[in-house]
């Protein structure tokens, strides 16, 4: 419960103002975080995270005039910053993979329960992603659907070849969209060894997050 005794910091990036509104009405509601700010274009993301520090941006997809994705990889080409967690439609599943690969942890759908919306929030801030296996499975999948070259598959290989075997597994049960704790039952290990292993991966593949780290695997037919 540890991680709920910390205030975590969230801006709201919308050009709706009643899907901000909205959000901001709920997340003030909740224990444990508060909307510090909200900015209506991914132009004005990187001041607004400047003045703000918040640990996690809830970003919407198309915008005006800077959209999600170029304003996600803007801040991940800073370094270290807020974790991204894209607000979408059902209807956007490439855009929503090409902002994954741009550094977001995740995504919500718009509308989406507050439990979930809470709990992706709570999720990005430890440093996990908030993707349920049955998204996780539709995107990768279609990921693999669109990887029709040798070529692709190979440099997906490429990243994953200097893995060990136990890192294949882990890798593999990640891609598969399971938690931290689902990967600890299932391989009978601890939590923290877990997060180790996905730890030395993303070094390893020089992947951002998980997600990330899901593509390639799919990616790679594994």
Do not use: W
Request: proline fraction near 3%.
């Amino acid at each position: 419960m540890g991680e709920l005794t910390e205030t975590i910091r969230v801006v709201l990036v919308d050009d709706d103002a009643l899907v901000r509104m909205g959000l901001r009405a709920m997340l003030d509601g909740v224990q444990g975080i508060h909307v510090v700010a909200e900015a209506s274009d991914g132009g004005d993301v990187p001041a607004v995270v400047d003045a703000h520090h918040p640990d996690v941006v809830l970003m919407d997809l198309r915008m005006k005039k800077v959209d999600g994705i170029t304003a996600t990889q803007r801040l991940r080409d800073r370094g270290e910053g807020p974790a991204v967690i894209v607000l979408t439609t059902f209807d956007e599943h490439e855009l929503v993979v090409r902002a994954l690969r741009a550094g977001a942890v995740g995504f919500l759908l718009k509308h989406a329960p507050p439990e979930d919306i809470v709990r992706a929030i709570r999720s990005a801030r430890q440093g996990d992603s908030m993707l349920s296996p049955e998204i996780a499975r539709r995107l990768i999948t279609m990921v693999a659907n669109s990887t029709s070259h040798d070529t692709d598959r190979l440099a997906a290989r490429e990243r994953l070849q200097h893995l060990s075997a136990r890192e294949i597994q882990v890798a593999t049960a990640v891609a598969d969209g399971k938690s931290n704790a689902e990967i600890a039952t299932d391989l009978t290990l601890t939590v923290p060894t877990v997060k180790g292993y996905i730890s030395t991966i993303l070094g390893k593949t020089a992947c951002t997050n998980r997600v990330q780290l899901a593509l390639i695997v799919q990616a790679a037919g594994l």
